[in-house]
């Protein structure tokens, strides 16, 4: 760091881009030990992530912040074990989000993507990609993400081009890629086929539709059925009823009518109908209905398809073709009516399925689309989870992975878009074979013929993510960072994408490399408001973490979302939160500030061995039990509890006492002053290094100064490890067995100082008197205490503000003691006095209390005027009760006030 006079405030807007760009600069987001470079030693261990690719169409909000801050805390903290660590960026092309993004952008010129083309939309897209497909990495920097930026990677460059090839065509070869017609889920708008895991069912009122089945032997016999959708009628091709229904078993096995078309269709038997559902008949969709699809496999029932990919009825529809979707449900009713078919509607409710990025209705519909037979794949991505090759945090998750993936159907991988990896597959107009191929093909291979084309489809985005741990480190090639940096190590992500995304990567890892892509899942949570609602744009609740960071800076928004996560569970987050451990890096900065400046005043060496202090031995100790604590929980992935019993043992034990005793130690020079530097000194640079994988900037930026400092001093401030050249890199702090004394010296101070310290503030709060106005204390205890006791007097009248401190056995007899305020001390079973000087202070004692009794009275009446007007009427009730709680606290001080003048 060039600089080393320390500004009385922390200004993070500067100190975060100096201090990231100097990181990135001096190459410590590469790998310790890296293939690319010479001296490479492939038996050290490396620990690897992969990034969630961020969407190129997003812009930063606060999911990517809590994935940046827990996955770069993990590789802060492994690099400062001195593991070779490798955080591999990257983005994600992002199908649909762009695709949208472009087709808007060409709507505002009166275009649409068929209107330029193929070849000119793919070209605005990429154009599109690197005018903003950089910003969403720049906002990832920002949070002071420690990736090697030199292997970054974008789903859709070459290499992973590359790779998506071979995973296609390496499936396709096995046999587990099939193309067919397959009921999938079909979106009108984005005029494509979406995956289940993409559609959402929203509760919505509708009709159920009754009309009558007649049996084609005697049209006057009919079966009663009912639908919500009278358009799908168009392609029924069974009535099903169940087999042991006795209205119903003497027509199984005839046919019946369909309405308007007048086909003929069986009635069938089949135990997955429910009887109490509309008339008890089912009339059976294939093409349109995911249940009647099954029901349509086990009898061998024809598929009818009756819509075009436009949502209007094809030439299967006879009279209707042409017609919208909903016309045609109102038509054909409307005829059938006509007809004497309609029994009866009734209002229902409707399961719609809706699609999760549009929000149309999905249509369920029989379509030409490539799948992966999955079942293989998931078996092993199963095995692997259960043998623990793989173990996912928290373990409840596991059961969820596991109850997924063995009800899991096969993969429709093919989307009716432009902008993806395009499906490498050609078909010869010539023979009208088919070929999949590694390579672009120039001929056919079964006749020869140049006439040949491309399937018009590309890969679902998630096809390729899948394939992201491997495919960044340069698969199918055997790369020198394939070999050495796979299988990564964790894999961390959002909860909600375990299926999406992790356990495709689980089932592509082991399937085309044979070793799974991790070792440890770790899933976060969602992050709520403050009240635990969902953020969402409507509400008007969502926390923009660009703005956060301008106004508290980056490592504020960090901790905040560390300390407060959870692995698996959602976060509730607020501003006063990011506001409050702002302070909390003040507090560092101004601890920081104390400590350098002690050491700068202080002895450059002791003349003798070390007399510690209890106030050392104290903060010694707790540093070593703190330490032993942050690495058992660093290591069972608990890094919120980690972060919180930092920021306690800092504030508190560090900040509040120890500092505090150590300015009388610094007072007394010599020795004791050098000692006391020097523990500070150490103490400041462990929590800093414990502290950086959280707040990396302001740790990095104080410890440089710290070291400055010492180094100008003299060689007597070092720390154990002596001084490295960046805290990024420097040694995390090891857990010590803990040693006998340890115990004593923490329970030592803390029944002297620390709780008579209390007692004291509490008897002056009681009192009302000034914390800083210094009056005369006595403590009386057992006589097993004097000596402790005297140690540390000198801390207890410091800390506390008391002077003259007394200590004896017994009570003394003089009457006044009975009047005097006094606090019992139950860690040692003493009682602190404090002696008030009585004329003086009672009086003072009693124009504090009129003072408090007239300003309690005020703020009565504000209220009580404020109820009595209308605003008791039109403000939210909430607003109203909390005024009314706020007069009765204030009647309650008034009330105490009174008692204790005597009034
Ligand atoms: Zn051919």
Redesign the pocket.
């Known amino acids: 760091m060039p600089e080393h006079t320390l500004p009385k405030a922390y200004n993070f807007k500067d100190t975060e881009e100096k201090v990231y760009s100097w990181w990135e600069n001096s190459g410590y987001f590469q790998p310790s030990n890296d293939p690319q470079k010479p001296d490479f030693d492939p038996t050290k261990k490396p620990f690897v992530i992969s990034i969630p690719p961020p969407n190129i169409t997003g812009g930063l909000h606060l999911g990517h912040a809590m994935f940046v801050a827990i996955e770069d805390l993990m590789i802060r903290y492994h690099r400062m074990l001195g593991e070779p660590t490798l955080w591999v960026p990257g983005s994600d092309h992002a199908g649909i989000a762009t695709q949208l993004q472009i087709e808007k952008a060409l709507a505002g010129e009166g275009k649409t993507r068929e209107d330029i083309g193929r070849d000119a939309f793919i070209e605005r897209a990429w154009i599109w990609k690197e005018k903003y497909g950089g910003i969403i990495t720049q906002q990832i920097r920002r949070l002071g993400a420690s990736c090697d930026w030199t292997r970054e990677r974008f789903t859709l460059d070459v290499g992973l081009s590359r790779s998506v090839r071979e995973a296609f065509v390496n499936l396709y070869e096995k046999g587990l890629i099939y193309r067919g017609p397959r009921l999938i889920n079909w979106s009108p708008n984005l005029r494509t086929a979406v995956s289940d895991l993409e559609v959402e069912h929203s509760q919505e009122s509708g009709k159920l539709y009754f009309f009558k089945y007649r049996l084609a032997e005697n049209p006057e016999e009919y079966l009663p059925v009912a639908t919500t959708r009278p358009e799908t009628i168009l392609g029924d091709t069974a009535v099903a009823v169940h087999p042991e229904d006795e209205r119903f078993k003497k027509y199984v096995g005839k046919k019946v009518i369909v309405p308007i078309l007048d086909r003929e269709i069986p009635v069938i038997a089949d135990e997955s109908v429910d009887r109490d559902f509309g008339g008890g008949a089912l009339k059976v969709t294939p093409a349109h209905d995911p249940t009647d699809y099954e029901i349509a496999q086990r009898h061998n029932l024809d598929l009818i398809n009756i819509l075009n990919r436009d949502i209007t009825i094809n030439e299967n529809g006879g009279p209707y073709q042409g017609l919208h979707r909903d016309d045609c449900r109102k038509k054909i009713w409307e005829d059938m009516a006509e007809k004497g078919l309609v029994l009866k509607e009734e209002p229902y409710t409707l399961n719609v399925p809706r699609s999760q990025r549009g929000g149309e209705i999905v249509e369920p519909m029989i379509s030409e689309q490539w799948f992966v037979d999955i079942k293989p794949l998931a078996e092993k991505a199963i095995r692997a989870v259960k043998d623990g090759r793989i173990t996912i945090v928290p373990d409840y998750f596991t059961k969820v992975y596991f109850n997924w993936m063995e009800n899991i159907q096969d993969w429709c991988i093919s989307r009716q878009l432009w902008w993806g990896h395009r499906i490498p597959v050609w078909y010869?107009d010539?023979?009208g074979?088919m070929m999949v191929k590694r390579e672009d093909p120039a001929s056919?291979e079964?006749?020869g013929?140049t006439l040949i084309h491309q399937d018009e489809d590309v890969l679902d985005t998630w096809f390729s993510s899948g394939l992201w741990p491997f495919s960044t480190l340069g698969w199918p090639d055997q790369t020198d960072d394939l070999k050495y940096f796979y299988p990564t190590s964790v894999m961390e992500t959002g909860y909600d994408i375990l299926f999406f995304w992790v356990a495709r990567m689980i089932m592509s890892g082991l399937e085309f490399l044979g070793e799974a892509p991790f070792h440890t899942v770790y899933l976060h949570g969602l992050i709520r408001d403050e009240n635990g609602q969902k953020m969402s744009k409507t509400k008007g609740n969502v926390i923009d973490p660009l703005i956060v960071m301008d106004e508290y800076g980056t490592d504020a928004l960090r901790f905040t979302l560390l300390v407060g996560s959870t692995s698996g569970k959602d976060t509730n987050l607020s501003v006063k939160k990011v506001e409050a451990n702002r302070n909390f890096a003040n507090k560092l900065w101004n601890a920081a500030r104390f400590v350098i400046s002690a050491i700068e005043k202080a002895p450059a060496k002791a003349e003798k061995d070390p007399v510690w202090t209890p106030a050392d031995e104290y903060i010694h100790a707790r540093m070593r039990q703190t330490i032993r604590d942050v690495n058992r929980l660093f290591e069972s992935y608990q890094f919120g509890e980690a972060g919180r019993q930092i920021y306690e043992f800092f504030w508190s034990e560090f900040a509040d006492w120890y500092i505090e005793a150590a300015k009388i130690q610094l007072d007394k020079e010599g020795d004791q002053a050098f000692y006391t530097a020097w523990t500070l000194m150490r103490v400041l640079d462990k929590c800093l290094r414990l502290l950086h994988p959280f707040t990396p900037f302001v740790t990095e930026e104080l410890w440089g100064h710290l070291k400055h400092t010492c180094q100008e001093k003299s060689a007597e401030y070092f720390p154990e490890d002596g001084w490295t050249d960046a805290l990024i890199t420097a040694k995390w702090p090891e857990s010590k067995l803990e040693e006998k004394w340890e115990i004593l010296a923490v329970e030592n101070f803390s029944k002297a100082t620390i709780d008579h310290t209390r007692g004291f503030r509490l008897l002056k709060t009681v009192a009302k008197i000034p914390a800083n106005r210094r009056l005369t204390g006595s403590i009386i205890a057992s006589e097993n205490f004097h000596t402790l006791l005297n140690e540390q007097k000198q801390y207890i009248e410091q800390l506390a503000k008391i002077k003259g401190l007394v200590i004896s056995e017994g009570i003394p007899d003089a009457e006044e003691y009975q009047n005097y305020p006094s606090e019992s001390i139950s860690s040692i079973g003493s009682l602190a006095f404090l002696i008030m000087e009585k004329t003086s202070d009672s009086k003072e004692l009693i124009e504090k209390l009129d003072k408090d009794l007239a300003e309690t009275k005020g703020q009565i009446e504000r209220i009580e005027k404020l109820l009595s007007s209308d605003f008791a009427e039109k403000a939210p009730a909430s607003v109203v009760d909390k005024e009314r709680e706020k007069l009765a606290n204030y009647q309650e001080t008034a009330a105490k006030i009174r008692e204790q003048l005597g009034k």
Do not use: G, I, N
Request: charged share 25%; net charge neutral.
């Open positions: 010869c010539d023979c074979k056919c079964h006749c013929s």
